[in-house]
């Protein structure tokens, strides 16, 4: 079953430009991460916040986590054209198996 | 070294056949994973090894077997799949499987079913 859901499913921006990505769940989590996956190959893990951490950064990233509201938010500063991606949110109710959302598709163009 | 590697990366195959897909890693992860993702969907778990033995099989149809033979090593067997099995399928590995660490992805097995 598909635990998160992502906001908005696309994204259009142009470089320089900050992108925020929004996921919703419904059962309480472990932890919620960020993975990108380019062009339907391997995904690459971005960021982990625990469940009892309210924001993360990490680079040009930055994460939020409300576990009242059960949602997060993914902001990527400073975008690039290399960001170009798709970015999934996966829940983690223990044991590392992780839910993941239906995603955002995520344009940045030079 | 962190990882996971898997083969082939395309695999066609008939309806009648059988074929393996292949994943190692060396980081010492005592969790390995199979995900089926379809194309424009997010990736769904398939099975959980945890510590080489079976731990979840999220309702898997027989024809799908899967086999870790050691720690580094998850294979998934392949026998009289369907169309819709065609899919890109991804092995994944976590230090222990107790929901503390970020998982490591392979690039994937890109299945197509004929």
């Known amino acids: 079953s598909q635990q998160g859901e992502e906001d908005p499913q696309a994204l259009s921006i142009q470089e320089g430009e900050n992108a925020t990505m929004n996921c919703s769940y419904k059962?309480?989590?472990?932890?919620l991460q960020w993975y990108r996956q380019n062009s339907g190959r391997g995904l690459v893990h971005l960021i982990l916040?625990?469940?009892?951490?309210r924001e993360k950064h990490s680079g040009r990233l930055r994460v939020t986590l409300d576990t009242s509201k059960k949602s997060s938010s993914l902001l990527i500063t400073a975008s690039r054209a290399a960001d170009t991606a798709s970015y999934f949110c996966?829940?983690?109710?223990?044991?590392?198996?992780?839910?993941f959302g239906k995603g955002t598709m995520l344009l940045v163009s030079p | 070294d962190t990882e996971v590697t898997q083969t082939p990366k395309h695999l066609v195959m008939g309806m009648t056949n059988k074929k393996s897909l292949k994943c190692e890693q060396h980081?010492?992860?005592?969790?390995m994973y199979w995900y089926k993702q379809k194309a424009k969907k997010p990736p769904e778990l398939m099975f959980v090894?945890?510590?080489?033995?079976?731990?979840i099989n999220e309702s898997v149809p027989s024809r799908f077997s899967p086999e870790c033979p050691n720690s580094s090593l998850l294979n998934l067997h392949l026998h009289a799949l369907q169309p819709e099995d065609s899919a890109l399928y991804l092995c994944?590995?976590?230090?222990?499987?107790?929901?503390?660490?970020?998982?490591?992805f392979g690039q994937g097995t890109r299945l197509t079913v004929v």
């Open positions: 994944a590995s976590s230090h222990d499987g107790q929901g503390k660490t970020e998982a490591f």
């Open positions: 059962t309480s989590i472990n932890n």
């Open positions: 916040i625990r469940s009892n951490e």
């Open positions: 996966a829940t983690d109710g223990g044991y590392s198996t992780l839910t």
């Open positions: 980081m010492g992860h005592r969790a």
């Open positions: 090894y945890s510590y080489e033995k079976l731990s």
